[in-house]
């Protein structure tokens, strides 16, 4: 009986997470530049690193940076403190109310 013989095929599998210099990469910085804005970019969103890892995520990067041109890529924006308080008071069902009466009313 002989061992297996290895497969001539291998595949690359492109990591999900990073460490913080691919990280820093990804958004074309250094390391120390990274270290020195992450505060300003988490305070705006910036996905944060896994609290066991230390790695970040990708996708959530690149999700990130697509949201900040959301309209370039058919994307919704978050929505303004403006449209977020006016959905708080008032429901799908009371907007139809609302239009229900003005055209009855």
Do not use: C
Request: zero cysteines; aromatic letters at 6%; glycine letters at 8%.
């Amino acid at each position: 009986m002989t061992a297996p013989i290895p497969s001539a095929v291998r595949f690359k599998v492109e990591p999900g997470d990073v460490p913080p210099e691919k990280a820093a990469r990804r958004l074309h910085l250094t390391l120390a530049e990274f270290n020195g804005v992450l505060p300003k970019l988490l305070v705006r969103g910036f996905p944060p690193a896994d609290p066991d890892t230390g790695m970040y995520d990708l996708e959530a990067i690149d999700q990130w940076r697509r949201l900040r041109s959301a309209t370039l890529f058919g994307l919704t924006a978050p929505p303004t403190t403006e449209q977020s308080a006016g959905a708080s008071t008032s429901g799908m069902g009371d907007r139809f109310a609302a239009t229900k009466r003005s055209r009855n009313g």
